[in-house]
């Protein structure tokens, strides 16, 4: 499996920008679908956004579309989320994940992923 490491999360007020970053050692990281969820206090895990190994498709769900932009650089194993435009309702733990076999038609789905990272806090203030 290979090993995932978030950095970047902060507060910040709403309208503002984050980028997160999630760095991927142990495994040839080009090979792994990549994602990020987030899970806010007291609700579910869910899908934000996935990548695919390329980085030529991207997926994300209505809420973040336009706003937050996922990216990938295979060189560095790293995976990003840029989130601008920031909502009080954007506050959560995000999670990056790896699914060794790539994207498949149920990318939004938790377990489908083989690898997690420990999670970075987001908040976003009023």
């Known amino acids: 499996q290979v090993q995932l490491v978030e950095s970047g999360g902060g507060l910040e007020q709403a309208g503002g920008s984050l980028r997160l970053s999630c760095s991927g050692s142990?495994?040839?990281?080009?090979?792994?679908?990549m994602a990020w969820f987030r899970q806010a206090p007291g609700k579910e895990r869910e899908f934000v956004a996935a990548?695919?190994?390329?980085?030529?498709?991207?997926y994300y769900t209505d809420s973040v579309k336009g706003r937050f932009t996922i990216s990938r650089d295979n060189a560095r194993n790293t995976v990003y989320l840029q989130m601008n435009s920031l909502k009080p309702e954007d506050t959560a733990i995000y999670y990056c994940?790896?699914?060794?076999?790539?994207?498949?038609?149920?990318?939004?789905?938790?377990?489908?992923?083989?690898?997690w990272g420990q999670g970075t806090q987001v908040t976003v203030s009023s």
């Open positions: 142990g495994r040839t990281f080009s090979n792994y679908g």
């Open positions: 994940a790896a699914n060794y076999v790539g994207l498949n038609h149920r990318f939004a789905d938790a377990d489908e992923y083989d690898s």
């Open positions: 990548i695919t190994r390329s980085g030529g498709s991207t």
